[in-house]
Nanobody, 127 residues
Framework: QVQLVESGGGLVQAGGSLRLSCAASGRTFSRYATGWFRQAPGKEREIVAAISWRSGGSTYYADSVKGRCTISRDNAKNTVYLQMNSLKPDDTAVYYC???????????????????WGQGTQVTVSS
């Protein structure tokens, strides 16, 4: 089993940047595909970005964040990052980190594919 803890959320003005971190513990994180999801009030949880277990490996981005977000991981630190730039008020949501052990360096972009979830970190973008 793996435990995930997100950090780095906060209040930022439109156009600003934030870097979210997801720290994992409990198992060898280097074999876990990882994703960032978000959920705004009254809306369903949706994918933001995902990365395979290989550092520098395959990635996936939702159309809404392409060109503004970068997902990366440092397996030596058991941490996955989400760099978010040019933030918009529509990016306001609770952001969740998710992980699932994988036997190949694949990217998982569907919510139901993930087994482990963090508690989330709030991101609020003011206009």
């Amino acid at each position: 089993q793996v435990q995930l803890v997100e950090s780095g959320g906060g209040l930022v003005q439109a156009g600003g940047s934030l870097r979210l971190s997801c720290a994992a513990s409990g198992r060898t994180f280097s074999r876990y595909a990882t994703g960032w999801f978000r959920q705004a009030p009254g809306k369903e949880r949706e994918i933001v970005a995902a990365i395979s277990w290989r550092s520098g490996g395959s990635t996936y981005y939702a159309d809404s964040v392409k060109g503004r977000c970068t997902i990366s991981r440092d397996n030596a630190k058991n941490t996955v990052y989400l760099q978010m730039n040019s933030l918009k008020p529509d990016d306001t949501a609770v952001y969740y980190c998710a992980a699932r052990e994988a036997f190949a360096p694949i990217v998982m972009s569907r919510l139901r594919e993930y087994d482990y979830w963090g508690q989330g970190t709030q991101v609020t973008v003011s206009s």
